[in-house]
């Protein structure tokens, strides 16, 4: 068992936390735009891939930055919201417009989840006195905050016209 005694040592396992975490997304995401059917969401979950793509190599950045190896260490809290998806998923036949806000629920969960990990690893940083750490976790957290945002404004504008009765609230998911 590791022995974290010191705040560089707690630093560190967040960071591995954090690594495993993107990491995880990075496979997610492109299943996420595959079962979004409104095309803003697609495009959404499409654009953040690539952020969060950056986001592994900002934190592999962080390690060398650091001087340490860039190590995984798995993440419980992202293997439960991908769980919750996935139960979900399995359990339940939805329509396209209610698939669609759930997962705009499940991805404002994933970015309040790394954004509360970021602030705590950017004042880790910053009281360790790892400036260029500050700045890549910065660049992540600044993404994280935008994501949720746009997912937020997303999901207001779904579940706003499924209940306005749109023609898409009433349409079913192709193949199902
Ligand atoms: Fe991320
Ligand atoms: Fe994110």
């Known amino acids: 068992m590791p022995s974290v005694t010191s705040p560089q040592q707690l630093f560190e396992h967040e960071l591995q936390d954090m690594y495993y975490a993107e990491q995880a997304l990075t496979q997610v995401l492109p ?6 059917t409104d095309r803003e969401l697609t495009r959404a979950f499409t654009s953040h891939l690539k952020e969060t793509k950056n986001h592994v190599a900002n934190l592999e950045q962080v390690f060398e930055a650091i001087g340490k190896k860039p190590e995984a260490h798995r993440c419980a809290g992202i293997e439960g919201i991908k769980k919750e998806h996935e139960d979900f998923m399995s ?5 396209a417009d209610m698939l669609d806000a759930f997962l705009t629920g499940a ?3 994933t970015e309040h989840y790394e954004i509360a990990a970021y602030n705590g690893l950017v004042s880790q940083a910053r009281a ?12 992540n957290l600044k993404q994280e905050k935008e994501a949720l945002k746009k ?4 999901s207001k504008r779904i579940v706003k016209e499924a209940s306005n009765g749109s ?9 199902r």
Not at 31 to 36: G, M, N, V
Not at 151 to 154: A, F, K, S, W
């Open 31 to 36: 299943r996420l735009a595959e079962e979004a």
């Open 91 to 95: 359990e339940n036949d939805a329509s």
């Open 107 to 109: 991805a404002a969960r």
């Open 128 to 139: 360790l006195g790892e400036r260029e750490a500050v700045e890549l976790l910065q660049e």
């Open 151 to 154: 997912v937020e404004t997303i």
């Open 167 to 175: 023609s898409r609230s009433s349409r079913s998911r192709t193949g």
